[in-house]
């Protein structure tokens, strides 16, 4: 029997970026529909828990690559790793190993890696190249930190153009 208090809420971190994923999803429609990238949404591999025959649970299995990959027009490969932050930084602990070696990979084969992050308080989205996040460019201490002057500040969700990519 129920008490007549308000259950206590609780929150996930695992839905955060949804609804940032699903706004970049629409980005790679309109980059498809005008011809300018083919990028899609890996989805994310889970290891259900069995318990007496059934499922009990599931947990996200260690990813091994981005979040979105593709094929920009003329054929170079792109890897995009979204997240997204309530405060102005972005701790690098954040991208998991696999996915910074996958992001290594891609970048050293002459495609395009990406970090794009969506700063959510301040409204803004950034995309950055993972060879400035690997080569310190991007990166104060651990962290890829919020500046008023980035040069990697993108117009509205159109981070192809906003680097050249066009």
Same mark, same amino acid.
């Given at each position: 029997?129920?008490?007549?208090?308000?259950?206590? @809420?609780?929150?996930?971190?695992?839905?955060? /970026?949804?609804?940032?994923?699903?706004?970049?999803?629409? @980005?790679?429609?309109?980059?498809?529909?005008?011809?300018?990238?083919?990028?899609?949404?890996?989805?994310?591999?889970?290891?259900? %828990?069995?318990?007496?025959?059934?499922?009990?649970?599931?947990?996200?299995?260690?990813?091994?690559?981005?979040?979105?990959?593709?094929?920009? %027009?003329? /054929?170079?490969?792109?890897?995009?790793?979204?997240?997204?932050?309530?405060?102005? =930084?972005?701790?690098?602990?954040?991208? =998991?190993?696999? @996915? =910074?070696?996958?992001?290594?990979?891609?970048?050293?084969?002459? /495609?395009?890696?990406?970090?794009?992050?969506?700063?959510?308080?301040?409204?803004?989205?950034?995309?950055?190249?993972?060879?400035?996040?690997?080569?310190? =460019?991007?990166?104060?201490?651990?962290?890829?930190?919020? %500046?008023?002057?980035?040069?990697?500040?993108?117009?509205?969700?159109?981070?192809?153009?906003?680097?050249?990519?066009?």
């Amino acid at each position: 029997m129920r008490s007549g208090r308000p259950q206590a @809420q609780v929150f996930s971190a695992a839905n955060r /970026g949804m609804d940032f994923e699903a706004a970049l999803a629409l @980005q790679h429609a309109a980059y498809l529909r005008a011809g300018k990238a083919a990028i899609i949404k890996l989805p994310t591999p889970w290891v259900p %828990h069995w318990s007496g025959g059934k499922v009990s649970g599931a947990h996200v299995a260690e990813t091994a690559a981005a979040d979105f990959v593709g094929c920009l %027009h003329g /054929g170079r490969a792109v890897a995009v790793e979204a997240k997204s932050t309530n405060i102005d =930084r972005l701790s690098l602990s954040r991208i =998991r190993h696999p @996915q =910074r070696k996958y992001l290594d990979v891609v970048d050293d084969l002459g /495609g395009v890696s990406l970090l794009v992050v969506y700063w959510r308080k301040l409204g803004e989205v950034w995309a950055i190249p993972w060879a400035d996040v690997r080569s310190g =460019r991007s990166v104060r201490g651990r962290s890829v930190a919020w %500046h008023p002057s980035s040069v990697y500040r993108v117009k509205g969700m159109d981070y192809l153009a906003a680097l050249g990519l066009d």
